[in-house]
Structure formats: structure tokens, C-alpha cells
């Protein structure tokens, strides 16, 4: 097998419930989808260690998959945490610290999207003693390339502050909302966490930006069929292609 396709991948998920697209994957399809990896020779392997393996040049591991859940919906706690219990799969957790115990509806929520119940505090530290990992994702949810230094440093880091605060350990990563930044923000970001997340689409190369890794949405990957070709040329081209269509879609929407 090719090289370019062998390179890991870091899946983003967010609510694993029976609501609608695109934020949400059925409890039976992701429960499908980690029995897959389990039994098909893909190791699931912390974000912590690729970010290490990348930001210490290391060899990254081939055809591995890093698992991650933006916003922190209460259905992990009830629906993907068990299975990755079964399964033995590490994973991390972006939450929105200032919605914890609350719902999605933070400003700027689009009205296409439901409102859910997120993880409460509760629920974040019995997570973790569990080995989940949590990472910040500012605390109300903003686009932080729409926002002046001293808004954005704020939400990064009072976010950060408050999470460790309530795991009672150093948060290492972060999850840029909506998968946007600036420079600025990238800066702040670099000053406090380890990796950070985009929403980029593509593959962890040896050349990835450890503060703006790219990822992979389950959106996309709902076929079995599209997901079973995760490594392969045909999954690569149609991910390719998904790629330029949602970075066409981001330009417009900033030039309304």
C-alpha cells in the first residue's frame, strides 16, 4: 500500500445519538465502526502519542487512528464511552467549558442545529479518572478568527484554567471551534497546549502543524463502504474531494 494512504488519521465525532446531520452518528453505526478498527488490524491510539511522535520527529504510526469528540455531548457519557470501554479505545474530549451541565445553545449556534444536553462536571471527572482525555474548547463556543487578541486569549485561556481546575490535571489539547483561527490565536494556543485541532480535512503527515492538525469528520465517513476504504486510494480521493468542497463553502460563507 501506498505511503500516502497509510498515514493516520484523527476521526472527529460529536453527538453519537439518533438526531440529525451533521453533528450526529447513530449509536449503531459508531458502535459498527469500533468493532471495524478492532477487528481489521487499525490500532486506535491516543492523540497524545501521535502528537508526540510528530512533534519529536518520530516515525508515525501507520494506518492508525486517533479518536476525538468536539463539544462534549452528554450522549458520549451515555453512548460512546461504553463502547470504547469494550473495545479498549483511548479517546479525547473537547469541551465548551462555559456550557458544561448546559446545552449547545451557545451564541452563534446555527438554527439547523439541535439542541442537546452537554456533559456535566460531574460527568467530565468520573470520565477522566476513567482515562478519558479532556481538552479545551474555549468557553462559549466562538469563532475565534471573528474575535480581537485579548477576546480570544481570554477564551482559550480561562478555558484551559477552568478545565484543569475540575479534572485536577494539565489540559494538553485544544479544539479550535468551528475549526477556525488566526495567527494570533495559533500563538496563544502554542504559548499552553501540546497539539490543537482544526477542521481541516486530510491525514497527519511528518509535515503536520502540531497546533493545527487535521482531521477527518464522521460526517463523511456514515457509508461503511467509504469507511471501510479509510486507507486506501479510492477513500483518499473521495476525502480529497470533500476537502476542497467544504474549503469552498468556508470562503463563501466569510465573503456573505
Partial sequence: ???????????????????????????????????????????????????????????????????????????????????????????????????????????????????ARLLSWQQVRDLAREGVEFGAHTVTHPDLSQLPREAIEREILTSERELETQIGHPVRFFSY?????????????????????SARIGRVQPESDALCLPRIDAFYLRSATVFRKLFSRSGSLYLGFRGVLR???AKYQHRM
Wanted: net charge negative; hydrophobic share 40%.
Fill in 1 to 115: 500500500m501506498s505511503d500516502a494512504y497509510s498515514w493516520p488519521v484523527i476521526l472527529t465525532y460529536h453527538s453519537i445519538s439518533d438526531g440529525p446531520p451533521p453533528l450526529c452518528i447513530r449509536p449503531e453505526l459508531f458502535s459498527e465502526q469500533m468493532a471495524w478498527l478492532s477487528t481489521n488490524g487499525h490500532t486506535v491510539i491516543p492523540l497524545a502519542d501521535l502528537v508526540r511522535a510528530l512533534v519529536e520527529g518520530q516515525s508515525l504510526p501507520r494506518e492508525a487512528v486517533a479518536l476525538s469528540f468536539d463539544d462534549g455531548f452528554q450522549d458520549f457519557y451515555e453512548s460512546a464511552f461504553p463502547v470504547l470501554r469494550k473495545f479498549g479505545f483511548p479517546a479525547t474530549v473537547f469541551v465548551v467549558t462555559g456550557h458544561c451541565g448546559a446545552t449547545n445553545g451557545w451564541p452563534g449556534q446555527p438554527d439547523s442545529v439541535e439542541e
Fill in 177 to 197: 471551534p468551528y475549526g477556525r483561527y488566526t495567527r494570533e490565536a495559533r500563538e496563544i494556543v502554542g504559548q499552553i497546549f501540546k497539539g490543537a485541532c
Fill in 247 to 249: 474549503d469552498l463553502r
